[in-house]
């Protein structure tokens, strides 16, 4: 039984869009501690001023602040059927904190890794826009809004996230490749079901891959 996903990848490769596709499809909570964060900043709550200066400039929030988070979070009752995690573990310390977390959740994780190469993560996130009002995502070359830099659905003004200028987007690159392959290490050392996903094309191939392996594990 699949209840338990854990979407990897570097920023930009979509898992935010495949995270929500999955727990739609799956009926349970998604849980994008990237999300958690920027409304925490949005808000000024202390949290949110304790993690402000490491998001802006593309490192990451100290683990106790992201595992604070996710206890909390994993702890209420909706979540006691499965959830959806995007953007958490980052680190082998998280996955570690995350395996000793509280949770009714049934069944192993599934780890999907999506990959998407470095030199589109650049394309992709470089051109990227955010509405300052409902934080509809754009992208300036594949999805760009009907009017330059006005949201299709509210009219506010379109923002480019502070982490997603070019200097930025290298760095978070870096500390990605730093800790995937050591978080992918460890969830096959714990006997996790880890699937590698081809990340690039458009939304609905990228969900049709995922549901085929999805598929392919149900049946093991
Ligand atoms: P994301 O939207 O997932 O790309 O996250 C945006 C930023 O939030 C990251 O660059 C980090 O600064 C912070 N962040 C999100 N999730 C985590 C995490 N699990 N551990 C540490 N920092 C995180």
Known sequence: MISKIILLGPPGAGKGTQAALLARRFGVPHVST???????????????????????????????????????????????????????????????????????????????DVKVPDEEIIVRLSSRRVCSACTRTYNLISSPPKREGVCDDCGASLTQR????????????????????????????????????????E????????SHLLELEQVR
């Open 162 to 201: 502070p982490d997603d200028k070019p200097e930025t987007i290298a760095l978070r690159l870096v500390v990605f490749h730093k800790q995937n392959d050591s978080l992918l290490e460890y969830y096959r050392s714990q006997g996790a079901l880890c699937c590698e996903v081809d990340g690039t094309g």
């Open 34 to 112: 990237g999300d958690m964060l920027r409304n925490a900043v949005r808000e000024g709550t202390e949290l949110g001023c304790q993690a402000k200066t490491a998001m802006e400039a593309g490192l990451l929030v100290s683990d106790d602040i992201v595992v604070g988070i996710v206890r909390e979070t994993l702890a209420r009752a909706d979540y006691a059927r499965g959830f959806v995690l995007d953007g958490f573990p980052r680190t082998v310390a998280q996955a570690e904190r995350l395996q000793g977390l509280q949770t009714s959740a049934p069944g192993p994780f599934v780890v999907l």
């Open 203 to 210: 939304v609905d191939a990228v969900a049709q891959r995922i």
